[in-house]
């Protein structure tokens, strides 16, 4: 088993910044293809950007490239999303996921283990 616990959400201003940290517990996660995904009110939970294990070979939503970034830090066991110049439209509880396909999938049937999600809103 893997526990996820997400952290850094918040309320941000347009145009600002944040990190989300995703920690994980149970087993090691370096084999782990790890993702971060999102669901605003009424929608759909929608991927957002994965790491692989092994490689760390990223994918990005064609909505955040250029604005986010996903990383890892397998020696602690933690997964990032830094998040620049925020929009109203990326308002939303961020869910950090685990996958033991190890790829950088933006299926989220291949994520095994989800974590409880953190609150991302952006004012206008």
């Known amino acids: 088993q893997v526990q996820l616990v997400e952290s850094g959400g918040g309320l941000v201003q347009a145009g600002g910044s944040l990190r989300l940290s995703c920690a994980a517990s149970?087993?090691?996660?370096?084999?782990?293809?790890m993702g971060w995904f999102r669901q605003a009110p009424g929608k759909e939970r929608e991927f957002v950007a994965a790491i692989s294990g092994v490689s760390g070979s990223r994918n990005h939503a064609d909505s955040v490239k250029g604005r986010f970034a996903i990383s890892r830090d397998d020696a602690e066991s933690t997964v990032y999303l830094q998040m620049n110049s925020l929009k109203p439209e990326d308002t939303a509880v961020y869910y950090c996921?685990?996958?033991?396909?190890?790829?950088?999938?933006?299926?989220?049937?291949?994520?095994?283990?989800w974590g409880q999600g953190t609150q991302v809103t952006v004012s206008s």
């Open positions: 996921a685990a996958s033991s396909f190890g790829t950088s999938t933006k299926t989220i049937s291949l994520y095994n283990y």
């Open positions: 149970g087993r090691t996660i370096s084999n782990y293809g």
